[in-house]
C-alpha cells in the first residue's frame, strides 16, 4: 500500500501538473470498479477548474472550483499522467481516466481496492476528519503525549492511522530500527531521549524517502510512471533472516498485529 511518502510524491508532481486546469471530460474505463461510487456527482466535476491537490495521511483530495475529490490508493492503486508516462502501463489496470484541458490522469488499480469520494468542501468526509495528525506535521509535544498516554506496543500505536496519519509497515519497521526500539515495547514505557530519538528518525526518513520518491517494493510508481529510490536504502523491511546492517545478528520476524515485522533483536531494546 502506498504510504506517506509515495503518496506526497504523487500530489507533489500531479499539483505542479495538473492545477488550474479544468477538467474537460471524465472515461469509466471499468464499470465494475465505479459501482462504488457516484457517478453523477463524479460527472459534476465537469468543466471545474482544479484549485489545489492536499493530502493528509495516505489520503488525496483535489479541491475543485466546487467540490473536492477524495481519493484513497487502496493497496495497488496509483495516478498517472498518461500523456507524460516513462513507462508502459496495462491498459486492463486503467480504472478511469480525468482528461484535464492539457494533460490525462489515469487511475490504475490492480487489486481495485481503493476508495474514491466526491464531497463538499464545507464538511469534510469521515475519512479525513477521523484521522489523526499526519505524520509529516504532528510536532514533538504531541508526538510524545500520544505515545505516553498508550499502552499499545510502539508499532501498533504507529500504524494507528487515528492517532498518526500517513505510516504504514514500511516506514514503522524502518523508523523503529533506525531509533533503535523494539517493535512490541509499550508505547509509554518510552523515556524522554526515546522519545527524542523515534519523534527525529521518523521525520527525517520521511523526508527522505519523499526526495527518493517513496519506495517501489511491489506495483507503486510515481505519477510519471517512474519507480521510487528508497526502497534502496532499506535496513530491515523485507529483508527476514538477512544480516543485520549494524550487529551482524539474523534479522528476526513476528506478526504485531497481523503485520509482518523485521527487525533486531540485539539492536531494539
Same mark, same amino acid.
Given at each position: 500500500?502506498?504510504? +506517506?511518502?509515495?503518496?506526497?510524491?504523487?500530489?507533489?508532481?500531479?499539483?505542479?501538473?495538473?492545477?488550474?486546469?479544468? +477538467?474537460?471530460?471524465?472515461?469509466?474505463?471499468?464499470?465494475?470498479?465505479?459501482?462504488?461510487?457516484?457517478?453523477?456527482?463524479?460527472?459534476?466535476?465537469?468543466?471545474?477548474?482544479?484549485? *489545489?491537490?492536499?493530502?493528509?495521511?495516505?489520503?488525496?483530495?483535489?479541491?475543485?472550483?466546487?467540490?473536492?475529490?477524495?481519493?484513497?490508493?487502496?493497496?495497488?492503486?496509483?495516478?498517472?499522467?498518461?500523456?507524460?508516462?516513462?513507462?508502459?502501463?496495462?491498459?486492463?489496470?486503467?480504472? +478511469?481516466?480525468?482528461?484535464?484541458?492539457? *494533460?490525462?490522469?489515469?487511475?490504475?488499480?490492480?487489486?481495485?481496492?481503493?476508495?474514491?469520494?466526491?464531497?463538499?468542501?464545507?464538511?469534510?468526509?469521515?475519512?479525513?476528519?477521523?484521522?489523526?495528525?499526519?505524520?509529516?506535521?504532528?510536532?514533538?509535544?504531541?508526538?510524545?503525549?500520544? +505515545?505516553?498516554?498508550?499502552?499499545?506496543?510502539?508499532?501498533?500505536?504507529?500504524?494507528?492511522?487515528?492517532?498518526?496519519?500517513?505510516?504504514?509497515?514500511?516506514?514503522? *519497521?524502518?523508523?523503529?530500527?533506525?531509533?533503535?526500539?523494539?517493535?512490541?515495547?509499550?508505547?509509554?514505557?518510552?523515556?524522554?531521549?526515546?522519545?527524542?530519538?523515534?519523534?527525529? &528518525?521518523?521525520?527525517?526518513?520521511?523526508?527522505?524517502?519523499?526526495?527518493?520518491?517513496?519506495?517501489?517494493?511491489?506495483?507503486?510508481?510515481?505519477?510519471?510512471?517512474?519507480?521510487?529510490?528508497?526502497?534502496?536504502?532499506?535496513?530491515?523491511?523485507?529483508?527476514?533472516?538477512?544480516?543485520?546492517?549494524?550487529?551482524?545478528?539474523?534479522?528476526?520476524?513476528?506478526?504485531?498485529?497481523?503485520?509482518?515485522? &523485521?527487525?533486531?533483536?540485539?539492536?531494539?531494546?
Amino acid at each position: 500500500m502506498p504510504e +506517506l511518502p509515495e503518496v506526497e510524491t504523487i500530489k507533489q508532481q500531479l499539483k505542479k501538473a495538473l492545477t488550474n486546469q479544468k +477538467l474537460v471530460e471524465v472515461k469509466v474505463l471499468d464499470p465494475d470498479f465505479v459501482k462504488k461510487i457516484s457517478l453523477e456527482d463524479l460527472f459534476s466535476l465537469k468543466g471545474e477548474k482544479l484549485l *489545489d491537490i492536499k493530502r493528509k495521511g495516505k489520503y488525496l483530495w483535489f479541491v475543485f472550483e466546487k467540490k473536492n475529490l477524495l481519493w484513497h490508493l487502496g493497496l495497488t492503486g496509483g495516478l498517472i499522467l498518461l500523456n507524460r508516462c516513462k513507462t508502459q502501463i496495462n491498459p486492463k489496470f486503467l480504472r +478511469l481516466s480525468l482528461n484535464f484541458e492539457k *494533460d490525462t490522469l489515469g487511475y490504475f488499480d490492480i487489486r481495485k481496492f481503493g476508495r474514491i469520494k466526491v464531497f463538499d468542501p464545507k464538511h469534510l468526509p469521515k475519512e479525513i476528519s477521523t484521522l489523526g495528525k499526519d505524520a509529516l506535521e504532528i510536532d514533538q509535544e504531541n508526538f510524545g503525549f500520544l +505515545l505516553k498516554n498508550s499502552s499499545k506496543p510502539v508499532k501498533t500505536l504507529l500504524l494507528d492511522q487515528t492517532k498518526i496519519s500517513g505510516l504504514g509497515n514500511i516506514y514503522v *519497521d524502518e523508523a523503529l530500527f533506525r531509533a533503535g526500539i523494539h517493535p512490541l515495547k509499550k508505547a509509554s514505557s518510552l523515556n524522554k531521549e526515546e522519545l527524542n530519538r523515534l519523534y527525529h &528518525t521518523i521525520k527525517a526518513l520521511l523526508h527522505r524517502a519523499i526526495e527518493l520518491r517513496g519506495s517501489s517494493v511491489k506495483d507503486y510508481i510515481d505519477a510519471q510512471g517512474q519507480k521510487g529510490r528508497f526502497q534502496e536504502e532499506h535496513l530491515v523491511y523485507g529483508k527476514k533472516g538477512q544480516i543485520c546492517p549494524i550487529c551482524g545478528e539474523t534479522l528476526q520476524y513476528i506478526k504485531v498485529n497481523q503485520r509482518g515485522t &523485521t527487525f533486531c533483536k540485539n539492536c531494539q531494546s
